[in-house]
Antibody
Framework: QVQLVQSGAEVKKPGSSVKVSCKAS????????ISWVRQAPGQGLEWMGG????????NYAQKFQGRVTITADESTSTAYMELSSLRSEDTAVYYC???????????????WGQGTLVTVSS | EIVLTQSPGTLSLSPGERATLSCRAS???????LAWYQQKPGQAPRLLIY???SRATGIPDRFSGSGSGTDFTLTISRLEPEDFAVYYC????????FGPGTKVDIK
């Protein structure tokens, strides 16, 4: 059974960075793209970007270009999402999600992590 | 960017009733790259439907999806108590966008 287990909740100051991890088990990590989706409190879902672990290539939503970095470590089957220059509007639950194939785009998300709450507050 | 609009915003129904949820795209969704997810409070989204009409693994057959182009529908034939949740449509033909969601609550 595929499982994505994310790191725990974070509280950050405005202007700082946060790095969230997503460890995969039960499947072939390198064979599937991983995307990151966030959800602000009481709001909808927003795609941030994704990565193909076997190639290490990432695609980012234009809104987050220059502020988000998505990486993957095949040796530990773990994907990471780092968001910099944090502001209060970045307070959200961040999810990793597995795509149903080896490309980031044109894929739906068949497995999701449990979510990581990132709170940005002074 | 393809913008998705969902209606209604809230659907109040009783267990056993039929639910019909709509998702409309601002431009045609290529190759029916349209998915539906269910989300319950405090939980991650769960894939229900992909390719506009294909049920994901383990999803009961009371859930069905239809549509093409710019208009898509999720139908729950008979609501069970565990179906009361928020439902999101997502297009994945041109990067990714999600609709704002439809909340199905108990009448």
């Amino acid at each position: 059974q595929v499982q994505l287990v994310q790191s725990g909740a974070e509280v950050k100051k405005p202007g700082s960075s946060v790095k969230v991890s997503c460890k995969a088990s039960g499947g072939t990590f390198s064979s599937y793209a991983i995307s990151w989706v966030r959800q602000a409190p009481g709001q909808g879902l927003e795609w941030m970007g994704g990565i193909i672990p076997i190639f290490g290539t990432a695609n980012y939503a234009q809104k987050f270009q220059g502020r988000v970095t998505i990486t993957a470590d095949e040796s530990t089957s773990t994907a990471y999402m780092e968001l910099s220059s944090l502001r209060s509007e970045d307070t959200a639950v961040y999810y990793c999600a597995r795509a149903n194939g080896t490309t980031v785009i044109r894929r739906y998300f068949d497995y999701w992590g449990q979510g990581t709450l990132v709170t940005v507050s002074s | 960017e393809i913008v998705l609009t969902q209606s209604p915003g809230t659907l109040s129904l009783s267990p056993g009733e039929r639910a019909t949820l709509s998702c409309r795209a601002s431009q045609s969704v290529s190759s029916s790259y349209l998915a539906w997810y269910q989300q319950k409070p405090g939980q991650a989204p769960r894939l229900l439907i992909y390719g506009a009409s294909s049920r994901a693994t383990g999803i009961p057959d009371r859930f069905s999806g239809s549509g093409s182009g710019t208009d898509f529908t999720l139908t729950i034939s008979r609501l069970e108590p565990e179906d009361f949740a928020v439902y999101y449509c997502q297009q994945y033909g041109s990067l990714f966008t999600f609709g704002p969601g439809t909340k199905v609550d108990i009448k």
